[in-house]
């Protein structure tokens, strides 16, 4: 339970880590906005899209150091790590360097051409993108070294980095706007806040893999099975972005400019619950790679608890969202987006539920070094999903596109949960208590929905919520875990009171 623990607290990092940001950002846009007008701040916003994108140029490699570095501490196989780290750093820094060319050639025609950038405003987004090429390989090593400290499951301090970094990528253009409007020095700026978060992960890395500075070696047979395992994480995470992206593209071709905001509003607030999976899911990784192969009993446990918290926590938000979603849309953007979006919001909550879980056995997968799997999955499901879109969207508008959207949530977590009981020792794969457990939310989430008045709908939740959640801990967890639960209540640690007192 100590190890638990443990993980449970890298957790909790990982989301303040992810979650820090977005405070930030709450007050730092207005202020960026009214300070760079309306041209500049789209061209410093495009600028963090594009360092997104380009940090898919690594092609998977610091995900895949994770893995691989993870996998051989679990299997006490420690004297190939220099060279393994060594030779895929080193690759990182050359796909790093061409990326970084790629981008500084492309960057006059994206700003003459591709992007309609002010004439007045070419010159200064030139010379930004040009300081935004060069950038490229600080995130790209990062990201290896990011790696290679999840692959120790110090989370502590990739957490530690990870949320003054963010702050300061939103605070740094604030602190230059009382002295200059132009965005090439907050891209310069923001370039030494990237290379000084470089050198301390770099920092950290020497000291918790030993010996490694002093084992300096590059072998090529080290880079195949590292390369391949990224690659399929990278088509992994490129069609990920697209399948979470695509129904707002179907909508403006299929309908129109306004739905994709009736549709994007309470998509972009809903799906901020993916922080928690993301958060557990990212501690998981190291810890799969390293003992399932090796003690798949412990795998097993560590994901059934993660499926387990992830269905007990998130189900009570969902259900008081899909509750409340009219009257909080209302309060949120007014009563035109709580006519045009209530049901969206209720959709799309569910889906979110839905493919929260599936999380914990994506990873699992990819854990275990099977991201094909999940690519081909992810690659499979691309045209269906747009023709699924097409159709309802057609029929029904955004809701067609939110039930859309559920759906192919649905189906994913389904075959994802199927790929990944294969896995499973015996006793662990059955998905009966699951199946069970995910049929009773939907019936509350679809009651909750169509309850015909407020006091109904506040039943359900008052009801529902501690119903399920003591039902699905007693239905879902083992008897180790319940006692582990039960030992930790409050009221276990109250002795009775001395007899007469």
């Known amino acids: 339970m100590r190890h638990t623990r443990l993980l449970a607290r890298d957790a909790l990092f990982n989301l303040l880590g992810q979650g820090a940001p977005l405070v930030a950002a709450f007050f730092a846009i207005p202020t960026l906005t009214r300070g760079l007008g309306p041209d500049r701040f789209g061209v410093l916003a ?227 619950m993916w922080l928690l999976p993301v958060a557990i899911a990212t501690a998981l990784f190291p810890e799969f790679a390293a003992t399932f192969r090796r003690d798949p009993e412990r795998g097993a446990r560590l994901y059934r608890r993660g499926v387990v918290t992830l269905l007990l926590v998130l189900f009570p938000l969902t259900l008081i969202i899909v509750a409340g979603a009219r009257v909080g849309l209302r309060l949120w953007l007014g009563p035109d987006f709580a006519s045009h979006s209530t049901v969206v919001l209720q959709v799309i909550a569910a889906g979110v539920l839905v493919n929260s879980i599936a999380y914990v056995p994506f990873t699992m997968i990819q854990g275990v070094g099977r991201p094909d799997l999940t690519a081909k999955l992810q690659l499979a499901e691309i045209l269906p999903f747009v023709g699924l879109l097409w159709v309802l969207i057609a029929r029904f508008g955004i809701v067609g596109a939110a039930v859309a959207w559920t759906i192919r949530c649905t189906v994913d977590t389904a075959i994802v949960f199927y790929l990944g009981r294969r896995m499973l020792p015996p006793r662990h794969a059955s998905l009966t208590p699951l199946a069970g457990a995910c049929a009773i939310a939907a019936a509350l989430l679809i009651a909750a929905a169509m309850a015909p008045s407020p006091i109904v709908r506040v039943a359900i939740v008052v009801i529902g919520v501690p119903a399920f959640t003591i039902g699905g801990a007693a239905w879902l967890l083992d008897r180790e875990d319940q006692k582990a639960i039960l030992a930790r209540l409050p009221f276990r640690r109250i002795s009775p009171a001395p007899a007469g007192d």
């Open 46 to 272: 495009l600028a963090w899209v594009f360092l997104g994108y380009f940090s898919l140029f690594d092609f998977g490699l610091g995900r895949a150091l994770t893995q691989s570095i993870s996998e051989r501490y679990g299997r006490g196989e420690t004297e190939d790590i220099p060279a393994i780290v060594w030779t895929s750093l080193a690759t990182m820094g050359v796909l790093g360097l061409v990326a970084a060319i790629a981008a500084g050639v492309s960057s006059p025609f994206m700003v003459t051409r591709a992007l309609k950038i002010p004439l007045a405003l070419q010159g200064e987004t030139q010379r930004a993108f040009e300081v935004l090429a060069v950038s490229i390989p600080v995130l790209i090593l990062t990201s290896g070294f990011r790696g290679l400290l999840e692959a120790r499951q110090r989370f502590d301090l990739t957490n530690a980095i990870r949320a003054p970094l963010s702050l300061l990528m939103l605070l740094a253009p604030l602190a230059v706007l009382p002295f200059n409007h132009s965005l090439v020095p907050i891209m310069v700026l923001l370039l030494s806040i990237r290379t000084l978060a470089m050198l301390v992960h770099a920092y950290f890395v020497t000291r918790v893999i030993p010996g490694l500075l002093g084992h300096f070696v590059i072998r090529r047979a080290m880079l195949r099975p590292v390369l391949a395992m990224g690659s399929w994480m990278t088509v992994s995470n490129l069609l990920s972005a697209l399948l979470v992206t695509v129904d707002r593209f179907v909508i403006g071709a299929a309908a129109s400019l306004a739905a994709v905001t009736y549709y994007t509003a309470p998509y972009e607030a809903v799906t901020k």
